[in-house]
């Protein structure tokens, strides 16, 4: 996996966030995204921390990529568990 000063989380009102490690080693929150309109249950990145696939309650799986801002790219509603 690629070392990155980036932390990806998922908040249970559906939301994605993503935090940046300053200079001084402190977390920031510095994007959030409303993806999902549930609770997110998992988020995984690519080794390049540039694609991010999530899953929510709302039976949903969304594929988005980062480049300057996170941006969904594709959304599979198939999902039933």
């Known amino acids: 996996m690629k070392r990155s000063n980036q932390l990806i989380s998922g908040n249970e009102n559906g939301s994605t966030l993503i ?11 510095s994007q959030t995204i409303k993806q999902h309109y549930d609770r997110i249950n998992f988020l995984i990145m690519n080794d390049n ?33």
Not at 19 to 29: I, K, R, T, V
Request: overall charge negative.
């Open 19 to 29: 935090w940046l490690m300053n200079h001084h080693n402190y977390w920031f929150g």
């Open 49 to 81: 921390v540039d694609i991010f696939i999530s899953n929510s309650d709302d039976k949903t799986i969304r594929f988005s990529t980062k480049q300057q801002e996170l941006i969904c790219q594709q959304t599979i509603t198939d999902h039933k568990d």
